[in-house]
């Protein structure tokens, strides 16, 4: 099967070194586009995919094409395919285009519209997609393959996809800010630096880890840590008293409507 991609950024770079590394497909079978030569020179270097200089010819040049350019410059990019997205697959990760607004910019085709995270970078996406109604079995397959090559995938409806990016799609920017101050916390309280930053990191990941191995409730986990006026009681009252529960469910809301917002305009 041959795969195009249209835009050549950070998120069709972290697909693309997926699909090789899960061996979805052979490099000589992707083929990539977008307007800096230089960009898709060195993701050519990189990775030995095909690159073209014209959307209409990364189009024509396989059945399913995913299309990975900011949300701004989708209608653009889509025209510049001239029609040869007709019959095709058009796997969409931009941010708040909804299967309609697809469908209108690329007639005849069949619509997925996902939304990956940053984690993709690293193998570690929580990817979200929704299929359009004439959309086969064989193409969500297609859509399956791809994004289970960068983590973990989840068919939803598309009236989700909102609440989706407000949870997972922005969500890694809210680990690195709890990151960043857990960190913080640590300096304050006399670490160096560097093992503050190691520190944060592992217990986040250990965290997610357990969370994940146990398929425990997090309130459970939470209390197995929680002593009897111990030290981890002291903090979470801490977090309690100053909302930080209700900040995170009001962050996850506030971009569920911004996501809204974007797919209106
Ligand atoms: N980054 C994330 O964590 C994340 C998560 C979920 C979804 N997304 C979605 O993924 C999409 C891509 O994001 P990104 O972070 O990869 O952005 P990016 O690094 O800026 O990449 C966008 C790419 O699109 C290219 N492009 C612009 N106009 C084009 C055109 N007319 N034809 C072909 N290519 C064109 C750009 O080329 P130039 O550099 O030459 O302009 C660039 O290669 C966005 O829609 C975003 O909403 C991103």
Do not use: W
Request: charged share 20%; aromatic share 4%; glycine share 8%.
């Amino acid at each position: 099967m041959k795969y195009a991609f249209i835009g050549a950024g950070k998120m069709a770079s972290a697909i693309i070194q997926g699909m090789l590394r899960g061996k979805v497909c052979d490099a000589s079978d992707i083929f990539v586009s977008c307007p800096e030569p230089d960009l898709l020179q060195s993701l050519s270097d990189a990775t030995a995919v095909q690159i073209l200089t014209s959307n209409a010819d990364v189009a024509a040049a396989a059945p399913v094409v995913i299309l990975c350019v900011k949300p701004q410059d989708a209608a653009k990019a889509l025209a510049q395919t001239e029609g040869h997205l007709s019959g095709k697959l058009l796997i969409s990760i931009a941010a708040g285009l909804s299967i309609d607004t697809l469908r209108e910019m690329a007639p005849g085709c069949r619509v997925i519209r996902a939304m990956p995270n940053t984690a993709a970078m690293v193998g570690r996406s929580a990817t979200a997609f929704a299929c359009d109604s004439n959309v086969t079995n064989e193409d969500e397959a297609h859509a399956t393959a791809i994004f289970s090559s960068i983590g973990e995938v989840y068919p939803v409806a598309e009236k989700n996809l909102d609440a989706v990016t407000g949870l997972s799609g922005s969500g890694p920017a809210y680990i690195f800010l709890v990151m960043e101050a857990l960190s913080d916390g640590g300096v304050a309280c006399g670490l160096p630096r560097k093992l503050a930053q190691a520190l944060a990191v592992q217990t986040i990941l250990g965290a997610a880890e357990l969370a994940r191995e146990t398929a425990e409730h997090p309130a459970i986990l939470r209390e197995m840590v929680t002593s009897p006026a111990g030290t981890t009681a002291a903090a979470l009252l801490e977090l309690e008293n100053r909302g930080v529960r209700a900040a995170f469910i009001e962050a996850v809301m506030a971009a569920d409507r911004r996501s809204k917002e974007l797919s209106e305009q």
